[in-house]
Antibody, heavy 125, light 108 residues
Framework: EVQLLESGGGRVQPGGSLRLSCATS????????MTWVRQTPGKGLESIST????????HYADSVRGRFTISRDNSEKTVFLQMNSLRPEDTAVYYC??????????????????WGQGVLVTVSP | DIQMTQSPSSLPASVGDRVTITCRAS??????LNWYQQKPGKAPKLLIY???TLESGVPSRFRGTGSGTDFTLTISGLQPEDYATYYC??????????FGQGTKLEIK
């Protein structure tokens, strides 16, 4: 059974830092791209950072680039999100998500097929 | 970046209705389009991938169509458990996934 378990959330003051962790099990971790998706209160979904299976390819949304860093430890089957210079607008539930690629016809299509339960990050004085 | 626009933002409907949600991409994304269902306090759940392929375990009343820039999610014979918020998401851009703003399916 695929499991994703986030930890590290909490309340922090503006300008502070937090490190989210996502411990995984039940699948060959090093072959999967992982992404962090956040959801602000009452708002929609935003994929903020993604990392390829080998760790060499990463992407950041403009809203977090330069402040957040994604990394992974394939030996521990864990993905991390280091969040620095936090702002009140970073307040959200953060989900760790597995991205799965599948050949459909002639296309390799990626879908976000397993989500963690989410962890709340609150940035407030 | 590819922008995804969903409509409507809210959709009142009754049990048994057939409902359709649309999603438009700012550029062609071929069939790299997925649909998710989210209930309050829960993580999103994958319903449909590659525009029209049902994820395992998803009831057949859910149907996805479209390619290029225009996509639809249709639910036929709405059930009480289907009241939720639905999101489309593109995966055309490698590692750069973007979501629509969501459609809240509400009881009429």
């Amino acid at each position: 059974e695929v499991q994703l378990l986030e930890s590290g959330g909490g309340r922090v003051q503006p300008g502070g830092s937090l490190r989210l962790s996502c411990a995984t099990s039940g699948f060959p971790f090093n072959t999967y791209t992982m992404t962090w998706v956040r959801q602000t209160p009452g708002k929609g979904l935003e994929s903020i950072s993604t990392i390829g299976g080998s760790g060499s390819g990463t992407h950041y949304a403009d809203s977090v680039r330069g402040r957040f860093t994604i990394s992974r430890d394939n030996s521990e089957k864990t993905v991390f999100l280091q969040m620095n210079s936090l702002r009140p607008e970073d307040t959200a539930v953060y989900y760790c998500v597995r991205a799965r690629g599948t050949l459909v016809g002639r296309l390799i299509v990626t879908r976000l097929d397993h989500w963690g339960q989410g962890v709340l990050v609150t940035v407030s004085p | 970046d590819i922008q995804m626009t969903q409509s409507p933002s809210s959709l009142p409907a009754s049990v048994g209705d057939r409902v359709t949600i649309t999603c438009r991409a700012s550029q062609s994304i071929d069939s790299h389009l997925n649909w998710y269902q989210q209930k309050p306090g829960k993580a999103p759940k994958l319903l449909i991938y590659a525009s029209s392929t049902l994820e395992s375990g998803v009831p057949s009343r859910f149907r996805g169509t479209g390619s290029g820039t225009d996509f639809t999610l249709t639910i036929s014979g709405l059930q009480p458990e289907d009241y939720a918020t639905y999101y489309c998401q593109q995966s055309y851009s490698a590692l750069k996934y973007t979501f629509g703003q969501g459609t809240k399916l509400e009881i009429k």
